[in-house]
């Protein structure tokens, strides 16, 4: 069997931990020194989801713009522009530069380029930052940090997914605004403290990989009140 060809590697931001792209045919991985494989090419059906769960029910609205927290391989944003109008605004922050580089250079055929529609802006800052700093301003949220709340590669995730940066995404929703987040599994914890900083919330567990009975992942979907 062939192995996989290691192809770059990058320090994160902060903690310094070790991201590595690996490559094996058409297939791409990215791992991470304490957890292993962080992502793989060939299951992304649940980003689909996450993506089709936050940006369907307001995609009709006036002056729309989604947030995308965590680029990956790409997929999650191509899923939101894929449910965007022409005139959507699309953000997406990542906080690992050599991420961002990593889909123009080598993964960006996976997903279809979508680092390259005029409707996206890239921003190369933590999720968590831009939500707390453009207040009222999204229409959907979606959050794919890590393997989730209970999953962290980042010490600074804690505040994502404590009750600081849940408050921070409840505030920077419009009214009637959605949230959803990608887990690797279930958090009854996590659902608790959506729902004690005001959300709505719907818990789904969605198949990693569409057509097969492998892993299934745990999005929810958090709605803020006023819409």
């Known amino acids: 069997m062939t192995p996989y060809e290691l192809i770059d590697t990058a320090r994160a931001p902060g903690d310094g931990e070790t991201i590595r792209l690996y490559r094996h045919g058409d297939e791409f991985s990215i791992r991470v020194d304490k957890m292993g494989e962080l992502m793989n090419s060939r299951a992304h059906n649940s980003e689909d989801v996450l993506a089709e769960l936050a940006c369907v029910p307001v995609a009709k609205r006036k002056n729309v713009h989604f947030?995308?927290?965590?680029?990956?391989?790409?997929?999650?944003?191509?899923?939101?522009?894929?449910?965007?109008?022409?005139?959507?605004?699309?953000?997406?922050?990542?906080?690992?530069?050599?991420?961002?580089r990593w889909n123009r250079e080598y993964m960006g055929a996976l997903a279809g380029f979508p680092l390259d529609d005029e409707r996206v802006s890239v921003l190369e800052q933590d999720v968590g930052k831009v939500m707390h700093d453009h207040e009222n301003s999204f229409d959907a949220i979606m959050l794919d940090v890590d393997n989730g709340p209970d999953g962290f590669t980042r010490e600074e995730n804690d505040g994502l997914y404590g009750f600081r940066g849940l408050n921070n995404a409840y505030d920077a929703l419009k009214p009637g605004g959605i949230l959803t987040i990608w887990s690797a599994a279930p958090d009854t914890a996590f659902t608790q403290r959506l729902m004690k900083v005001g959300f709505d919330v719907e818990e789904r567990r969605v198949r990693a990989h569409a057509g097969q009975r492998n892993n299934r992942h745990t999005i929810w979907i958090a709605i803020r009140s006023g819409g």
Do not use: D, I, R, W
Request: hydrophobic share 55%.
């Open 67 to 100: 947030l995308v927290g965590g680029l990956g391989m790409g997929y999650t944003l191509a899923a939101a522009l894929s449910h965007a109008s022409a005139s959507t605004k699309v953000s997406v922050a990542e906080l690992v530069p050599a991420v961002v």
